[in-house]
């Protein structure tokens, strides 16, 4: 028996969408589309398959035509007080980082511990792959964000050899716990005026400590 597939959304365009759209949902393309845009989602089990399944179901029906908003799905999908609690300013937030996420997984990888594994030629490789990335973690050399519900590490985390940058460590010490994965790794990422507008991560190798610096000055600023 296989192993179950992990849960993941994909979006194919193009070529691999048309065939997709062919093989298996016999969808030809709109009027005025000239090609096919598939969303793909994967799933656990037949259970997640059906529950996925109903969900997107809703969406396309609320959305079909643009015949509504997308707080108008998020009504037909969340409870209400859940809902009240998303303002507008709160859904752009939330595309805002949904968006950051993504550039920042193109631009530098997510990667799991086996990859970390992979990326440092681990010894211990093949009898506990994970177990190198996972030392590093609680040793605060490196940081994980949550991707659907598994712990992933920001590529610019890691030199040409794989291993942790030291200047990584030296920026978890000075923030602590005040921040979340996510959050830390938008900072790594993000315009930063005490670095002249640079970004951190732009500056990891060239100069180390002003990013400390500038993690400094950021845990004082959470502090206030």
């Not at 799933?43 to 809703?58: F, G, H, K, P, Y």
């Amino acid at each position: 028996m296989s192993a179950p597939t992990v849960s993941g959304i994909a979006t194919l365009k193009g070529a691999a969408a048309t065939k997709v759209a062919k093989d298996c949902l016999q969808m030809p393309p709109g009027p005025g589309q000239s090609e096919q845009l598939v969303v793909a989602v994967t799933a656990r089990d037949d259970i997640e398959a059906a529950l996925i399944t109903d969900l997107l179901s809703v969406m396309k029906s609320h959305l079909s035509d643009d015949r509504e908003t997308r707080e108008d799905v998020l009504r037909a999908l969340l409870p209400v007080d859940r809902l009240l609690a998303m303002t507008p300013a709160v859904l752009e937030q939330v595309n805002r980082n949904a968006r950051a996420h993504a550039k920042l997984a193109d631009e530098f990888g997510l990667l799991s511990s086996t990859a970390v594994a992979e990326r440092a030629k681990s010894r211990s490789l093949a009898s506990n792959p994970a177990a190198l990335a996972i030392r590093w973690r609680s040793e605060g050399k490196v940081f994980t964000v949550d991707v659907d519900g598994s712990q992933r590490f920001p590529g610019f985390q890691f030199g040409a050899n794989g291993k942790p940058l030291p200047v990584v460590a030296q920026v978890l010490g000075a923030v602590g716990d005040r921040l979340s994965g996510w959050e830390l790794a938008l900072w790594f990422t993000g315009s930063n005026g005490w670095l002249g507008g640079m970004r951190p991560v732009d500056v990891l190798d060239s100069d180390p400590e002003l990013v400390v610096e500038a993690a400094g000055r950021l845990a004082a600023e959470i502090l206030d």
